[in-house]
């Protein structure tokens, strides 16, 4: 998994190399989730073959009261050919497992529909990005969040919500407005300064720091380049590593070439020392 990410990635990369890889990427799945054990050749057959010996004896070691949804079959809502007769939600919710949910905004309501990211700990919940819509009649997420979130308080206790964001662009951050002086809600703020400053980054974009949800701990990755505030995050418990826009099967844009290389150099060298299971974006294009 690490040398696939590396070779696709390119260590060494030259613009041109990244764009290629990552267009080769995207050609593998029409999903907004690269499934990173879709190798092709022998070599990474053998290695995929003990990855996947690894991850078992793993999690043969965990509880097995843990069921979790096969994020590759999920059927995601995709807008209509005509709105008006679209009967999709404003709003999908999947619920991965007993405290992770992937929120995906209808096409209807907004042509990005941005996926949303919802990960809760003992002690806090932690919200990435609010979509692309700020009126909550069109797009009611903080009715839906505090909904999800309130469910889980009955059975495990208050959590605070932490509203954070994978980047500073509109489609990301739109709905902010309706968690605003929300009770026990915190919004990180868009620009760098904010992001350093809530999750206690001294060196930004090098330093990696864990972020603690309560017996769930999150690393926030700095990953500058499709935009400078951009942040990937890794959750240590499904070992999800959501990568926003910076990554993922589609149109990639980039801001910052130099800064762009650089993060997709040290989220390869992250997979090195680090399981992930899905590697996950947040638009589908
Ligand atoms: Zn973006």
């Not at 974009?205 to 017996?215: K, T």
Request: hydrophobic share 40%; charged share 20%.
């Amino acid at each position: 998994m690490n040398t696939f990410l590396s070779q696709k990635l390119g260590m060494s990369s030259t613009k041109r190399d990244i764009n290629n890889s990552i267009r080769r990427h995207a050609e593998l799945k029409a999903s907004p989730i690269l499934n990173i054990s879709a190798h092709t050749n022998d070599t990474m057959k053998t290695k995929t073959s003990i990855l996947l010996l690894t991850l078992f004896l793993v999690y043969s070691c965990e509880p097995l009261n843990e069921k979790t949804v096969d994020l590759n079959a999920q059927h995601w809502i995709h807008g209509s050919v005509n709105c008006e007769e679209n009967t999709d939600l404003p709003i999908q919710v999947v619920r991965y497992n007993s405290n992770t949910w992937i929120l995906r905004q209808s096409k209807c309501t907004n042509y990005e529909a941005p996926f949303l990211y919802l990960f809760i700990g003992n002690d806090k919940a932690l919200l990435m990005d609010t979509g692309a819509t700020e009126d909550e009649d069109i797009f009611p997420l903080y009715k839906t969040v505090k909904g999800i979130v309130d469910e889980w308080a009955q059975n495990n206790g208050p959590v605070e919500l932490i509203v954070a964001h994978t980047h500073k662009h509109g489609d990301h951050y739109a709905a902010d407005r309706q968690f605003a002086e929300k009770a026990n809600t915190t919004i990180v703020g868009l620009e760098v300064e904010d992001v350093e400053a809530f999750f206690n980054l001294s060196n930004w974009p090098e330093q990696i720091v864990d972020f603690d949800l309560g017996n769930r701990s999150m690393k926030i990755i700095p990953i500058p380049g499709h935009q400078a505030a951009s942040i990937a995050v890794y959750d240590t418990s499904t070992r999800f590593l959501l990568t926003g826009d910076t990554f993922y099967p589609g149109r990639l844009y980039v801001q910052d070439w130099d800064a762009f290389t650089k993060s997709i150099q040290r989220l390869a060298e992250f997979t090195e020392n680090n399981e992930i299971s899905y590697i996950l974006g947040t638009i589908l294009r």
